[in-house]
């Protein structure tokens, strides 16, 4: 039998994700982006697989254990495409009555968290400002989001996967036509373009997406390590050469545009926790994620045929990116795909 030909339209965490674990299924993938490297919500991203601090921090976040079966997947798959996986954990940092309820909510959810006096949570993130508490898990991980988005089409094309620098514009009945004017032919098409909606004429369950911009900020310069520190409405990663500051979360913005005022209130927030970060030089940078109104990705079959979603993964993309498209390269090498996250759930 010949392998089954699926053509993956773009090329962020998701995609690239399914178009490596397709191809390693024995599928033969052309993966199609016209964007470059970092381009994307999954180049811009903090990269933190973070069920404990997600449930606690995002009203909508999916259900802990789907979330924790999500980032168990990453250790195998993380060595796999030669990723690091930075599971020095996470603290969240707060007054006395916050790490209290924050305390109790995580005893209820049942995840391992350990109190710590302003003492210990500087032991821990030296930059930390006096007198703050922390709560700390070691249940949350991180990847650098821009060198497992560059080892995952390192990875894709050492699968043999045929990477093409253009859109796909449209599909029907097997035929994609690319924005490069190529025609490709394939079995199965599956649209992991993020919050765009250029290919809602081929999957109309598309529709529901909303988009959720997000700044975030690089500062360099300072030599930041230990956990990722959050708090209400933020987080700051040590990262290579420095800190990752996040994020806003601006529903219904799809632009790229850096708003000087999200600017602002991330470097305040950094300047109120670390000592040292109000004098940071932060370079800003924008991505715009996709998001379902259950707050679910869209991964399985369209009610299209030959048609495919892997999107709509919300503020958890790298996250949940393997479980995805393992679910997907189930569904689509002929098993059945996870009916949780069936594009099918909105009755469009
Ligand atoms: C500031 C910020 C911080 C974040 N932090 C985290 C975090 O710490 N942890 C976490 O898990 N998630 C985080 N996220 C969320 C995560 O980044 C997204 O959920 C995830 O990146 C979505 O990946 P994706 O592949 O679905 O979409 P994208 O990364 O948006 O990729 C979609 C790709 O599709 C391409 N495309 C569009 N149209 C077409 C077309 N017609 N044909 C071909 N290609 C096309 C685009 O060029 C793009 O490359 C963050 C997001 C932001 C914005």
């Known amino acids: 039998m010949r392998p089954v030909r699926i053509l993956v339209a773009g090329a962020g965490a998701l995609g690239s994700c399914l178009a490596v674990m397709l191809a390693r299924a024995g599928a033969r993938v052309t993966l199609a982006d016209p964007g470059s490297l970092g381009a994307n919500a999954s180049g811009a991203a903090a990269g933190m697989l973070a069920p404990a601090f997600e449930s606690l921090f995002d009203p909508q976040a999916p259900d802990l254990d789907l979330l924790r079966r999500a980032r168990d997947l990453w250790p195998q798959f993380a060595r796999s495409i030669g990723v690091t996986l930075d599971r020095s954990g ?13 305390e109790g909510r995580m005893r209820d959810l049942g995840v391992a968290a350990a109190r710590l006096s302003p003492g210990q949570a500087r032991g821990r993130s030296p930059w930390l400002t006096c007198g703050l508490g922390g ?40 035929r994609a036509r690319l924005s490069n004017g190529e025609i490709v032919v394939v079995d199965a098409m599956a649209i992991a373009t993020g919050p765009s909606r250029s290919l809602i004429a081929a999957a109309p369950e598309l529709g529901v997406l909303t988009p959720i911009k997000g700044h975030i900020l690089r500062a360099t310069g300072v030599d930041l390590a230990g956990p990722v520190v959050r708090v209400k409405g933020g987080y700051i990663c040590p990262a290579a050469g420095g800190a990752l500051i996040g994020a806003t979360m601006e529903v219904g913005e799809d632009d790229a545009a850096i708003d000087p005022a999200a600017v602002s209130s991330l470097r305040k927030m950094a300047a109120g926790v670390l000592a040292g970060m109000a004098d940071a030089l932060m370079v800003a940078a924008s991505g715009v994620r996709a998001a379902t109104p259950d707050g679910l990705p869209l991964a399985g079959p369209s009610r299209r045929d030959g048609v495919w979603l892997a999107v709509g993964a919300r503020r958890n993309g790298w996250l949940m990116a393997p479980l995805v498209a393992q679910g997907l390269v189930g569904g689509m090498l002929g098993g059945s795909a996870d ?4 594009p099918g759930r909105f009755g469009i």
Request: proline share 4%; hydrophobic share 55%; net charge negative.
């Open 339 to 342: 009916p949780l996250f069936n």
């Open 90 to 102: 996470a603290m969240a940092v707060g007054s006395p009555e916050e790490l209290d309820a924050w």
């Open 135 to 174: 709560l700390s898990t070691l249940e949350d991980w991180r990847v650098d989001a821009a060198d497992a988005l560059a080892a995952l089409r390192a990875a894709a094309q050492g699968e043999g996967v045929r990477m093409i620098a253009a859109a796909v514009s449209s599909f029907d009945a097997g």
